[in-house]
Structures are given as structure tokens and as C-alpha cells.
């Protein structure tokens, strides 16, 4: 008997290996449904809390819940991501209390997600984990001074 050629099945690029040819077709496709997610950006963020003038207490709260909160300004907090309002309550004797309110927004990476890569698993990880929204890094809170009182 005489030995066996291997397979060969015609292609864009000549004459290639069966097994070759496989890895051409599938390769493609999975980066397609995989799409990239955005683990490095994880599900916490750091949000520098500052207020015109320094030196308020400032409290931040999300669905009637406090998240923790800054003794005194220019402060540093890390609080979870969440598609929920993130709201800043700051209050320093001689002013007025402050509320500042931030809903987040889609993070550019996600944006990416979207545009180049479809429909892919990427957008539902970063869905699922709050990934996909960011809250500002760096809110500036100006405070007013209260009126003084009228004499009588």
C-alpha cells in the first residue's frame, strides 16, 4: 500500500494545513466574543474630596447609605462603583451645608468595548461588576458663607 498525503484544503493564502486552517477560523472568532474587559480598573475608586474653603466635614452617601465620610478637606476616600448617585454632604461652621451629587459615568474603556468589539463577554463583565462607571476623581465643593444675622 502506498502512504497517505496529508489533507490539504484550499485557502486565500495557497495551500495549508488542515489543522493550520482551524486555528485561522476559530482565533478570530473567540477574540470577537471576548471581547476585554476592564479588571485593572476593579470595583473600588478613590475620590479626593475637596471644598473651597479647606477644612469641611464631608460625608458621602449612596441610596440612603453612608459610605464613610472626610474629617477634613483636601481628603482621600475609597468607596465601591455602582450605577447609583454618589451624594457629597459637606458642612463647616460659619457656612452653609453643601450637597454635591454625582451620578457617574461610563467609563472609556467600556465605551471601547462597545464600538470595536460588539456584543462580547468584556461589557458583561463590566457590567456585572460596576466596572463600567467611574464617579469624578476629584470633586471641588465651593461653600458659602451663611448671612449674618439682621440686628434688631
Not at 484550499?10 to 470577537?32: D, E, H, K, M, T
Not at 476616600?77 to 461652621?93: A, D, G, H, N, Y
Amino acid at each position: 500500500m502506498g502512504r497517505r498525503a496529508k489533507r490539504r484544503i484550499p485557502s486565500i493564502f495557497g495551500r495549508v494545513n488542515l489543522a493550520f486552517s482551524r486555528y485561522f477560523l476559530v482565533i478570530p472568532v473567540c477574540l470577537q466574543v471576548i471581547g476585554c474587559s476592564n479588571p485593572d480598573a476593579g470595583p473600588t475608586q478613590h475620590i479626593l474630596v475637596s471644598t473651597n474653603p479647606a477644612g469641611a466635614l464631608c460625608t458621602l452617601t449612596r441610596d440612603g447609605k453612608t459610605l464613610g465620610s472626610v474629617a477634613e478637606t483636601p481628603g482621600s476616600i475609597e468607596i465601591s462603583k455602582s450605577q447609583s448617585l454618589l451624594v457629597i454632604t459637606c458642612s463647616k461652621p460659619g457656612f452653609e451645608t453643601a450637597i454635591y451629587v454625582d451620578r457617574g459615568e461610563l467609563d472609556q474603556t467600556s465605551v471601547g468595548n462597545m464600538i470595536f468589539r460588539g456584543s462580547g463577554l468584556g461589557q458583561m463583565v463590566d457590567a456585572a461588576g460596576d466596572n463600567g462607571r467611574k464617579y469624578t476623581k476629584a470633586p471641588l465643593i465651593d461653600l458659602v458663607p451663611t448671612s449674618a444675622k439682621p440686628s434688631e
